[in-house]
């Protein structure tokens, strides 16, 4: 699609469950973003890497827990969800706002149902 | 308008009609970006304008930037049925954050 791929694409978890979702982007980019996107609501940033350092956490709560490794790869571990938190979750990244590039490229998204 | 006011909400029209799209930002910006996503997949960049800029085209999109009203318009020329998707304008600062709108549905009827 445009060049930023998520696994898996769609994922059903219990309350108590323990999941990861992954993302990895094949477009030289150094910035890497989570968001959220439920119904009849704007999109929220979750978190931002740059240069595998987070550099913006909104106030999201600890059952997710974001990790990079490395500036291709993202991943957002889950735990302990609530139903509050089933939406489609979409990966982003984009060169640094310093090295002029501000498009963000975006993957399919993970639909995640909480049951 | 997008941030809090959709203007429209939503959006019908026939296939070679011409489909504006308008949204609102609160604050000052560096760029003002147009994405587009198809239901329940990810969203697609279409164009930025950065906040010096006061008309840019792409093909058959273009978008005005007035920055003394804080507000933004999409202009789709001569649509298509490919173009029915939520259309989306986020403000950009000189930071890493974007501030997305709610989004505009946009049905192109064949």
Redesign the interface.
Known sequence: ??G?T?TPRHLVMGMTNKKSLKCEQHLGHN?M?WYKQSA????E?MF?Y?LEER??NNSVPSRFSPECPNSSHLFLHLHTLQPEDSA?Y?C?S?Q??GQGG????????T?LTVT | S??GEEDPQALSIQEGENATMNCSYKTSI??L?W?RQNS??????LI?IRSNEREKHSGRLRVTLDTSKKSSSLLITASRAADTASY?C?S?G??????????TLLTVNP
């Not at chain 2, 000189?94 to 989004?103: A, C, D, V, W």
């Open positions: 699609e445009t930023v998520q910035a973003y009849k609501k704007p999109l940033l931002v740059s550099v913006e489609l979409l982003a984009s640094a706002p501000y498009e963000q490229y975006f993957g399919p998204g639909r | 997008q941030q560096n760029n970006q994405y329940g997949r990810g969203l697609v960049h930025l989306f986020a950009g000189s930071n890493y954050k974007l501030t997305f709108g709610k989004g």
